[in-house]
């Protein structure tokens, strides 16, 4: 199988937040498989969130979160999913890498968003939320 990624701009929806010291970009990407057997392309939708310090990424396909730290500054990064209370863990410093796989219902919406946080402390410097669809 070869996998490429194509970046589906304005039309798959791209916001930048700029306010005091907070970057907040949000948007989708499309990654196409192409399974040679079959000879037909396979799509799936990626979903991210970034914040300062902070990534999370949400594959609809498999209902993956990926969350990343990416600054040294003491605080662990953490995606939330609004209304469900799940919430996604990178705590080992910058860097740090963490996955979590969730059983959503096929085809329904969530919404996700990623912040720094001290665990037991308010969640701050967070991304927009971003609407994310599950595979059907």
């Known amino acids: 199988m070869v996998k490429r990624t194509t970046d589906v701009g ?10 005091v010291s907070v970057f907040a ?15 037909e392309v396979e799509s799936e939708l990626v979903y991210q969130a970034v914040a300062t310090a902070a990534q999370a990424t949400f ?7 990926t969350v990343v730290d990416t600054l040294g500054d003491g605080y662990s990064t953490v995606s939330e999913i609004r209304y469900w209370g799940l919430f996604c863990w990178a705590s080992g410093g910058a860097g740090t890498r963490s996955y979590c796989n969730y059983d959503f219902p096929e085809g329904i919406g969530i919404e ?25």
């Open 112 to 136: 996700f968003r990623v912040c720094r946080a001290h665990r037991g402390e308010a969640f701050r410097d967070c991304s927009g939320w971003v609407w994310a669809n599950t595979a059907d």
């Open 10 to 19: 304005l039309s798959g929806f791209l916001l930048v937040v700029l306010s």
């Open 25 to 39: 970009c949000v948007g989708t990407v499309e990654e196409q498989e192409y399974d040679e057997q079959i000879g």
């Open 59 to 65: 594959d609809s396909y498999g209902e993956r979160m």
